[in-house]
C-alpha cells in the first residue's frame, strides 16, 4: 500500500514553519482506494508571498482543524504504507516535526517520485510536479494546493508503477514517450487515466498486488538519496580517509567534506532528515560525487580547508576565509620582559605572526581573552596606554609588570603559557602518517612554527635525516589560523602518527 501525500506549508524550514493543508491518497498498487484532505490551522499567520502561491490565506484556516486534530487520521490512514511525494523529504521532513512537536515519533518508509520518474522516465526537461506533468499529458488541477497537487502526484505515480510492470514496452523501438505511455495505460489514452473518487474514511478492502516491482523496491530503498546520485554511486565510494566533493548538474563543486572512511560519511549526509528548505535545495542539488583520497585524516583535514578557501563552495559556511591579514605578534624589551601584542601582518613583515587572525578587532578581542586567562598585563600587551600603572593593577588583576614590580622571569612563564596554548608545542617538526597505500606515508611539515605543506614518500625508498630531506617531497600550501588550529587540536588527539621534532 502507497500513502500518496501533498503539504501546503506557511514556509520552507520545518523547524519553524507549519502546515497548512494536507492530502492523503491511498494506492494499493493498482489503483487509488481511499482519499482524505483538510485545511490546517498553523497557528499562526501565513506569510502573503505564501497566499500568493497556494491561495491559501488567514480567513481559510481560521477555523480549520489544528494538526494535533488530524494527528490520529494520519497516523492511521498511512499504517502499514510507503510514504510517496514529489521530492518526498521535504513532505516527509514536515510530518515527522509536527508528530515531534506532540512527542510522536512518525516513521514510514519513503519513495521520491521525482527519483522514480528521473529512473523511468529518463530525459525529461523538468521533473518538477507542473512542468513534468505538463509534458507527459497529466492533468494538474488546483495547482500549489494540496488536493490537487496529491492527485497529480496518484496519477503519476500509477503511470509510473505500470511502466515498471511492463520494461519491455519500454525497450520497443520507435516508441514516443507518448506511445510507452498509452502502452502501458491501454484503457486510456497517455496522460488521460482519471483518478477514481472515493469518499473521506472508506475503508480499503483490497489487497497489494503481490508482484515485486524492481524499479519501486529500488526506488523505496534509495528514497533518501539525492534525486541524481544513484546506488550505483555510492556503491563506489571508498571506504578509506579522503576529501571528497559534491557537485551540482553543471560540474560546479558546491560542497568540500572531509572523513576517515569517506563511504559512511556520505551515507551519513543522506540519511538525515532534513530541517530547512536551503538544505533540501541543497541535498536535490547534488548531481555528482568524487574524492581525493588522503591516507592520514591530518592531510585530510587540511586539504578539506585549503579546498573549501580556493574552490569556496556554496554550501560550505565553515573555512572559507582565505586570507588572514592580523595576527599575534612577541617581542622582548630591555628589561627582559615579553610582549604579546596585535597588530596588521603587513606592518611586522619582518616577523611571522604567532597565530593568524581575521581582521584587528578579532586580533585584539583574541588577546584581551589570553590577558584575561593567565593574567597577563595589559600596558605589556597594548591594551592600555598608559605611562604608570595599567588599570588591571589597580584592581589586584595584574602582579605589576606594568611597574616592573614583577620579576620578568616569573611574568614571562604565563607568557609562554598563553602562547603554547595558541601554537604548537615544538618549533620545527614533522609528522609523519598512514599514507594512502600500505608503503606509503604522508609528510606535514611545520618550520619556525609556520605550516608549510604536506606530501608523500615512498618508505622503502625514502630516507630522511635533514629537515631539507622533508622540504623537497612536500607541496606547499599556505599557513592560516585554520591551518595552525587544526594541527594543534590533531596534536592533543591520540592519534598514532609518528612525530619527528628537529632543533634549530
Known amino acids: 500500500m502507497y500513502a500518496i501525500i501533498d503539504l501546503e506549508t506557511t514556509g520552507g524550514q520545518p523547524a519553524q514553519d507549519r502546515i497548512t493543508e494536507i492530502a492523503i491518497f491511498i494506492h494499493d498498487g493498482e489503483k487509488v482506494v481511499d482519499q482524505f484532505d483538510t485545511l490546517i490551522n498553523p497557528g499562526r499567520s501565513i506569510p502573503f ?29 498511512t499504517e502499514g504504507c510507503v510514504f510517496v511525494a ?41 521533473y518538477s510536479l507542473g512542468k513534468l506533468c505538463q509534458n507527459i499529458g497529466i492533468p494538474l488541477q488546483g495547482r500549489h494546493r494540496a488536493a490537487g497537487d496529491a492527485a497529480a502526484t496518484a496519477i503519476l505515480f500509477d503511470r509510473l508503477l505500470k511502466i515498471s510492470q511492463q520494461e519491455e514496452a519500454l525497450t520497443k523501438p520507435g516508441l514516443s514517450p507518448a506511445d510507452t505511455l498509452a502502452a502501458v495505460d491501454a484503457n486510456a489514452p497517455a496522460g488521460r487515466r482519471p483518478v477514481p473518487q472515493a469518499t473521506a474514511g472508506a475503508v480499503a478492502t483490497k489487497q497489494p498486488s503481490a508482484r515485486k516491482v524492481k524499479a519501486v523496491q529500488e526506488a523505496i530503498r534509495t ?24 557537485h551540482d548538474e553543471q560540474g560546479e563543486v558546491i560542497y568540500v567534506g572531509k572523513s576517515i572512511n569517506i563511504y559512511k560519511r556520505i551515507q551519513q549526509h543522506f540519511a538525515v532528515d532534513y530541517k530547512s528548505r536551503k538544505s533540501i535545495e541543497f541535498k536535490n542539488s547534488i548531481s555528482d560525487i568524487t574524492w581525493e583520497l588522503t591516507g592520514s585524516e591530518l592531510v585530510a583535514l587540511l586539504y578539506e580547508s585549503h579546498e573549501i ?6 554550501y560550505n559556511r565553515k573555512l572559507r576565509r582565505s586570507v588572514f591579514p592580523a595576527g599575534i605578534f612577541l617581542r622582548t624589551d630591555e628589561q627582559g620582559y615579553k610582549h604579546l601584542y596585535y597588530g596588521r601582518a ?5 616577523s ?31 591594551l592600555y596606554k598608559t605611562q604608570g600603572a595599567c588599570f588591571d593593577y589597580q584592581v589586584h588583576r595584574c602582579k605589576g609588570a606594568c611597574l616592573g614590580l614583577e620579576p620578568p622571569e616569573e611574568y614571562n612563564k604565563r607568557v609562554e603559557e598563553a602562547i603554547e596554548s595558541f601554537t604548537y608545542e615544538h618549533g620545527t617538526f614533522v609528522v609523519l602518517g598512514q599514507g594512502r597505500r600500505a608503503d606509503e606515508k604522508t609528510v606535514v611539515l611545520v618550520e619556525n612554527g609556520r605550516y608549510m605543506g604536506f606530501g608523500y614518500v615512498d618508505t622503502e625508498s625514502f630516507s630522511a635525516r635533514r629537515l631539507a630531506d622533508f622540504r623537497d617531497v612536500i607541496t606547499r600550501y599556505n599557513d592560516n589560523k585554520d591551518a595552525q588550529q587544526i594541527i594543534r587540536q590533531y596534536l592533543r588527539t591520540k592519534h598514532k602518527d609518528k612525530v619527528k621534532v628537529f632543533n634549530q
Do not use: W
Not at 62 to 67: I, L, N, T, W
Not at 224 to 246: C, D, Q, R
Not at 309 to 314: A, G, I, N, Q, S
Open 49 to 77: 508571498f505564501i497566499t500568493q502561491l497556494t491561495g491559501i490565506n488567514d480567513e481559510m484556516v481560521r477555523d480549520a482543524p489544528k494538526f494535533h486534530e488530524v494527528a490520529r487520521k494520519v497516523v492511521e490512514m
Open 86 to 126: 514529489h521530492n518526498v523529504r521535504f513532505d516527509y521532513s514536515f510530518l515527522k516535526k509536527e508528530f515531534g512537536d506532540l512527542g510522536y515519533n512518525y516513521s514510514r518508509k519513503t519513495l521520491c517520485t521525482v527519483r522514480l520518474s528521473r529512473s523511468l522516465m529518463p530525459g525529461q526537461p523538468s
Open 223 to 246: 528514497a533518501l538519496l539525492p534525486p541524481n546520485i544513484t546506488p550505483e554511486k555510492v556503491a563506489s565510494l571508498p571506504h578509506e580517509a579522503g576529501v571528497y566533493y559534491f
Open 309 to 314: 578557501k580556493r574552490l569556496k563552495p556554496l
Open 346 to 350: 603587513d606592518d611586522h613583515a619582518e
Open 352 to 382: 611571522h605572526p604567532l597565530i593568524a587572525l581575521g581582521n584587528q578587532f578579532k586580533a585584539k578581542g583574541f588577546l584581551f581573552h589570553k590577558v584575561s586567562k593567565f593574567n597577563l598585563c595589559q600596558k605589556l600587551c597594548d
